[in-house]
Nanobody, 124 residues
Framework: QVHLVESGGGSVQSGGSLRLACTSSGDDISQYCMAWFRQGPGSERKWVVRTHNLNGAIAYADNSVKTRFTLSRDKDKNTLYLQMDRLKPEDTDKYYC????????????????WGQGTQVTVSS
């Protein structure tokens, strides 16, 4: 079992920055894939970025995310960070941290562990 808690969301103007944090507890997550998803009202959860703790490999969902968001991890604090820079109004959504053991996936249905989510709102 893994327990995930997100923090760091908020409201910013276009071009601003936010840093989301996902702190894990419970099982040793060294063999876990961890990801950030986003979800808007009435929409499916979409993968944003993921990393495998075993090898540190990072994958971003698209180039827009890759050029503006940075994923990092503090192993001592069991915390995954998502630095979000040059935010745009279209980045507005609720962001969720997720974890799954062993393999990495792109679909939300493949992740059994989720945080409660943190809202990111970007105004123009």
């Amino acid at each position: 079992q893994v327990h995930l808690v997100e923090s760091g969301g908020g409201s910013v103007q276009s071009g601003g920055s936010l840093r989301l944090a996902c702190t894990s507890s419970g099982d040793d997550i060294s063999q876990y894939c961890m990801a950030w998803f986003r979800q808007g009202p009435g929409s499916e959860r979409k993968w944003v970025v993921r990393t495998h703790n075993l090898n540190g490999a990072i994958a971003y969902a698209d180039n827009s995310v890759k050029t503006r968001f940075t994923l990092s991890r503090d192993k001592d604090k069991n915390t995954l960070y998502l630095q979000m820079d040059r935010l745009k109004p279209e980045d507005t959504d609720k962001y969720y941290c997720a974890a799954v053991k062993f393999d990495c996936y792109d679909r939300a249905v493949d992740f059994p562990y989720w945080g409660q989510g943190t809202q990111v709102t970007v105004s123009s």
